[in-house]
């Protein structure tokens, strides 16, 4: 069965960066795009970024110019480095893996508080 672990939330001041990796373990197929939701307490779950098989790279309009994804798809990897972070970019973040065949598989989630 598929996998998706998270790592690199923390706490973090404003203005600072962070980077989060997420990779994908067991019979993963060939990959579709990957990318990152974020959810606050309750609150919907909503999408921040993800980044498709040819390359395309899409943000939300809140973290445009400050996130960037990349990934490896052979590895089933996908990253996200957050800089110039905000108080409001705390948030559990979730990866998300979309195979060719198969449904979407999500990780655990990962804390990242911005705070001073």
């Known amino acids: 069965q598929e996998q998706v672990v998270e790592s690199g939330g923390g706490l973090v001041q404003p203005g600072g960066s962070l980077r989060l990796a997420c990779s994908a373990s067991g019979s993963i197929f060939s990959i579709n795009a990957m990318g990152w939701y974020r959810q606050v307490p309750g609150k919907q779950r909503d999408w921040v970024a993800h980044?498709?098989?040819?390359?395309?790279?899409y943000y939300a309009d809140s973290v445009k110019g400050r996130f960037t994804i990349s990934s490896d798809s052979t590895k089933g990897s996908v990253y996200l480095q957050m800089n110039s972070l905000k108080t409001e970019d705390t948030a559990v973040y979730y990866c998300?893996?979309?195979?060719?065949?198969?449904?979407?598989?999500w990780g655990q989630g990962t804390q990242v508080t911005v705070s001073s």
């Open positions: 998300f893996i979309d195979p060719y065949i198969g449904a979407r598989t």
């Open positions: 980044i498709t098989s040819d390359g395309g790279r």
